[in-house]
């Protein structure tokens, strides 16, 4: 887990999102800057990011230890997962 506070918003992260190849918006409004991105792998979750919205990453970490399905069951109807949109290994490991 990581946190950090950046110009008046918090950031909070489990798992690792870099091994995540789709990403889906679990909870809460980008437009509000208050959510929980949820990353997944081949239909799991990997991994959590929440600004603003830190109280749900328990959850996630628990979900993410039992290798459970991606997208979370209670993410919105109206977000779907899209491409997670990582730099290539290459450019990450240099």
């Known amino acids: 887990m990581f946190w950090s506070a950046q110009f008046g918003t918090n950031i909070k992260s489990v798992g690792v999102p870099t091994f995540a190849d ?13 959510f929980v991105a949820a990353y997944g792998y081949q239909g799991r979750i990997t991994a959590a990011v929440a600004f603003n919205h830190g109280r749900w990453l328990e959850l996630y970490q628990s979900l993410i230890e039992a290798a459970a399905p991606f997208p979370p069951e209670f993410h ?12 290539d290994r290459e450019i990450r490991d240099r």
């Open 76 to 87: 919105p109807a109206d977000q779907q997962p899209v491409p997670a949109q990582l730099p």
């Open 22 to 34: 789709q990403v889906v918006i679990a909870q809460g409004s980008v437009a509000e800057r208050r």
